[in-house]
């Protein structure tokens, strides 16, 4: 299976555009999809990011998608990588659930400081080293992708049934681990905001593939 992201930039004053030819071209980008075996497929985007993320088995992939709607995206958004230019940072595949009812999907998105991308990938390392494989809790299909060396993407799908308020030492365990990120990365979605005082915008889905 292959997970891959897309990172894109919205070009000024395009962002209302941009977000109304999504809506309305959905369809066409689910007949795409399913025309070349995507599954999962969706678009997301902060401040004036875009990052598209897709699963596939077959040949085709996401650039294959993005290539179908290429003049559409040269109107509104720069393209700053794609899935073959993002580095993976991070995955924690799990049990992943096929039926998309059973989960929601946690997306965020921050910017690396200078010189800082190798750092990220050694801390995510060492968890996954820690760890020894895959786990098989609340979060699934989890993988972070990085480009240029700056931007971050992640994608998770957490378990509903699953999803229980973390106790006071989980809180802490993350807290402490979100505290030490920030000397290498700052947010640009509002997972932290709780923990800084700082106020970012929420991650929102433009489009996702139908069925998923």
């Not at 071209?25 to 997301?44: H, M, R, T």
């Not at 979605?189 to 923990?195: G, S």
Request: negative net charge.
């Amino acid at each position: 299976m292959k997970r891959e992201s897309a990172f894109l930039k919205i070009k000024p004053e395009q962002k209302k555009t941009f977000e109304n030819v999504i809506w309305a071209a959905a369809p066409y980008i689910d007949e795409k999809c399913e025309e070349l075996g995507l599954s999962n497929c969706s678009v997301w985007t902060v401040e004036d990011r875009v990052y598209f993320y897709a699963q596939s088995e077959g040949e085709k992939g996401l650039k294959d998608v993005m290539d179908a709607f290429a003049r559409e995206i040269g109107l509104y958004l720069d393209v700053v990588a794609y899935p073959e230019d993002t580095r993976l940072m991070y995955h924690d595949i799990g049990e992943e659930r096929q039926d998309k009812s059973l989960i929601r999907r946690r997306v965020f998105a921050t910017v690396l400081k200078d010189g800082c991308a190798d750092e990220y990938f050694r801390r995510h390392e060492a968890l996954i080293n820690a760890r020894g494989g895959d786990t098989f809790g609340k979060e699934s299909n989890f993988t972070i992708r990085c480009a240029e060396n700056k931007y971050i993407f992640g994608y998770c799908e957490i378990v509903r049934e699953l999803d229980t308020p973390p106790t006071a030492e989980e809180q802490a365990a993350s807290d402490a681990w979100e505290t030490r990120q920030l000397e290498i990365m700052d947010w640009l979605t509002d997972d932290v905001d709780y923990l800084t005082g700082e106020s970012h915008e929420k991650m929102r889905c433009l489009f996702q593939q139908r069925g998923y």
